[in-house]
């Protein structure tokens, strides 16, 4: 059963809607080696009606499609976070910069413009 889970695996990963990128990252995944045992545990846990290899198929790429979009939203959130704390800094930094040029200013040093803007 392994074997027809891992392919049907490979099979929806690769018939996915979603980036090549994204279809790259899932074969070395840190979560998809749990998954697929997840599945197999899973799938070996119901009654051998059920179990007839269409089944199987049909089952493992819903729920690998699941297992996508999961991903693909904590790679967002993931990046949308770095995207945030990038922004933060570069805001930190520019009212350090600020600041340090409006005590330059009331020190009564010189400033150059192009410091300014």
Not at 52 to 77: G, S, W
Not at 96 to 104: F, M, P, Q, T, Y
Request: aromatic letters at 6%; proline letters at 5%; glycine letters at 0%.
């Amino acid at each position: 059963m392994r074997s027809l889970i891992i392919e049907a695996y490979r099979e929806a990963v690769a018939l996915a809607p979603c980036p090549e990128e994204l279809k790259k990252s899932l074969a070395t995944h840190e979560r998809t080696p749990q998954f697929l045992d997840n599945l197999e545990r899973e799938l070996s846990a119901l009654p051998p009606r059920f179990l007839d290899p269409i089944t199987i198929r049909t089952t493992v790429y819903d729920l690998t499609n699941l297992f996508i979009r999961n991903v693909d939203k904590q790679a967002q959130e993931r990046y949308m976070t770095d995207v945030t704390r990038s922004a933060a800094i570069a805001a930190r930094d520019a009212a350090i910069k600020r600041d340090e040029l409006a005590d330059r200013l009331n020190a009564g040093e010189s400033v150059d413009l192009s410091e300014i803007i």
